[in-house]
Structures are given as C-alpha cells and as structure tokens.
C-alpha cells in the first residue's frame, strides 16, 4: 500500500514528529510504499542542520535525512519553510524544498495519508 | 474509518468533539497525550465505556508506558506502531488535531 | 482509462488568528483546488470562528483571509460545510457567516452550507484522504 504522511509541528516541541517516524519505520518493516514524507507549518524545522542536540538525545533531523537517504521522498514546503527562515543551505542531506502541489499529489496518489500534528 | 486522538481530555474536548462523528465500526486510536483517556476512575472513563459500545478503541503502547498509565478501561486494546500501520491499512484515517 | 478524480476532505477545527494552522491551511486548499480533484472543506469545532463575518485584523497587524475566505468560490471551492452543532453551542446562526462567493446564475450570494454531524460523518466515511488543518 501506498502511504504518504505529512507533519505539522517541530522537533522536540511536540512529539508528533515521534510519533510520525515510528509509524513510518513500522510501515516500512510491513513492507510498504512510502509515498512521500512532506512537512508543513512548524514541521519545517525538522530537517535543519543547524540542530545540535545533546549527545545522549535521538537527533530528529539525522533521522529524517537516513530515511530520505533510502530512497523516500521527504519534502519540506517552501512556502512555510521560507516564513521560518528555512533555506537549502540549512537542510541535512535526502531533503528537499517544494511546493504545495507535492502534497496534493501525495494526497491524491497515496491510498493512505496519514496526518501528525498537534 | 480511523480516528486518531492525540489529546488529553482533561485539558482539551478533542475526544468528545471527535466521537460525534464516530460511525458503528470505526476504529479509534489513542496516542500521544489522547492515551490519557485510558485510565480507569477518572471522570472521562464513563464516556470513553459507553464509546466502546460503538467503537474499537487501541490506545499506543508507547504512549502509555512513557506516562505510566496502567490502568486500563476493560476493552480498550493495546497495540503498537506495528498495530498502527494495520489499522491503517484496514481503514481511512482522520486525524483529530 | 481516465483517472478517477479522487475525493479529498478538509476539516477546519481549529480557531484562527490564535496559530498559523487555519491561515497556511487556506493555501494547501488553494493550491488543491487547481488540480483534478473533489474538493470539500468541512468547518467543525473552533474552526466554524474562521467563517465568521467581520473578521478584522488590522489592528492585530497580520493579513488575514477574510477576503479569500469571501472568494472561495472562485478558486473552485464550492463544497464548503459547517457542523451545526459546533455553530450552534458557540451562539452563532447562519446569519454569523460570511459569504464565499456568489451564484453563478442567480448571482445570489453563497454561504457555507450548515449541516449536521450524521451527514458530515457519511461524507467522510467516502473519501480518498482527509487532511486536517
């Protein structure tokens, strides 16, 4: 099955972004399609480079990127992405900016959309 | 259909917002703060029996480990990720934000 | 053989002004609206707020969306609803509303249509994905 998440809030805030990634490991491991990750609102600051957090804390933006590095499609959208200061230049690497035409097409394409946010 | 709830009832009326629109069959899902609906005694657990009566209620294991909730209505499921992408597959999803 | 247009549900439920969501998800539904598909808008809880007439937020010194708000019909959004229920236990009528478009014919203005949950809970039980915002 073909299924596409989009997520709503930042990093650490909120545990949406958690939340997200666990189902999304889970999908995988049954096997199935991730069509697209796209991250809207404060989800945009999921994927910045420039977080540091402690050592002994998961680092939610290199988890993003490992994902994005197997091939699934992770899109952060410009049009939040540049209210938040968001750029390429601050993105890990797997990631990219788009428009919010990828997200009604993973909203059409995919059998499941499933939403994270709070 | 899958509800999923996220919120506590005791801060937030997402639960009892959400479950006017429960249809008989649908399934909810508790995670994150929503898996504070869960416990027995609390004044929600009268509400959350009688949805029960309608609807499948899983609530996250995750979730209730990490706020050491025990304690829960007879009825509801525990399940994990794993479980969640099942429900998923199963049916269509509105997330109640 | 054509593609089915596929049928996608909005919900609304949350308050605006107070946070961004009801504001950027006005734009996902715009920008949705230009593709092939069957587009709803469902207002329910603190959501109905966003269509109540009157709305200035001059003085608060953010844009706003009223005025799109009152255009929805031209961006082709024309399946635009509202809980009853959540309208009324917050004091509002129909009357509270704002206008989205008008008529194409009649030229008559057009309001969201006030319906009920049972009939808002079929509509959701038929469709291809439901973001909410």
């Not at chain 3, 808008?41 to 109905?48: K, L, N, Q």
């Not at chain 3, 109540?52 to 953010?62: R, S, V």
Request: hydrophobic share 45%.
């Amino acid at each position: 099955m073909k299924i596409a998440v989009c997520i709503y809030e930042g990093p650490y805030n909120h545990e949406a972004s958690d939340s997200a990634y666990n189902f999304i490991k889970a999908a995988i491991d049954k096997g199935h399609e991730i069509q697209g990750i796209f991250f809207y609102h404060d989800g945009v600051y999921n994927v910045t480079k420039l977080m540091e957090p402690p050592q002994d804390d998961r680092h939610i933006a290199n988890r993003w990127s490992a994902l994005g590095a197997t091939g699934i499609d992770i899109v952060v959208c410009i049009a939040a992405a540049k209210r938040r200061g968001i750029v390429d230049d601050v993105l890990v690497p797997n990631v990219r900016i788009s428009g919010l035409g990828q997200l009604t097409m993973m909203t059409i394409q995919a059998d499941r959309m499933v939403v994270f946010g709070d | 259909m899958l509800h999923t709830v996220n919120k506590s009832p005791f801060q937030n009326t997402t639960l009892m917002d959400a479950a006017r629109f429960f249809q008989s069959g649908d399934v909810l899902l508790l995670l994150e703060d929503g898996v504070f609906a869960c416990q027995t005694g609390t004044i929600h657990a009268a509400f959350v029996e009688n949805l029960l009566k309608n609807v499948k209620v899983y609530a996250m294991r995750a979730d209730l480990k990490a706020r050491a909730i025990t304690q829960l209505i007879p009825g509801i499921e525990i399940t994990d990720y794993s479980g969640f992408v099942e429900l998923v597959e199963k049916n269509k999803v509105h997330s109640w934000l | 053989m054509a593609e089915e247009i596929k049928k996608i549900m909005f919900t609304v439920r949350k308050p605006p002004h107070g946070s961004i969501y009801v504001y950027e998800g006005l734009e996902v539904k715009l920008i949705m609206a230009a593709y092939d598909a069957d587009i709803s808008v469902v207002f329910m809880d603190d959501g109905v707020y966003a269509l109540k007439q009157g709305q200035d937020t001059k003085e608060l010194g953010i844009k706003g969306f009223a005025a799109t708000y009152g255009a929805l019909m031209d961006y082709e959004i024309q399946k635009v609803y509202v809980d009853r229920h959540s309208m009324e236990i917050r004091g509002m009528t129909e009357d509270d509303l704002l206008i989205i478009g008008e008529d194409e014919e009649t030229e008559e203005p057009v309001k969201p249509q006030v319906i009920d949950s049972q009939a808002i809970a079929a509509m959701m039980a038929e469709q291809h994905n439901i973001l909410s915002f």
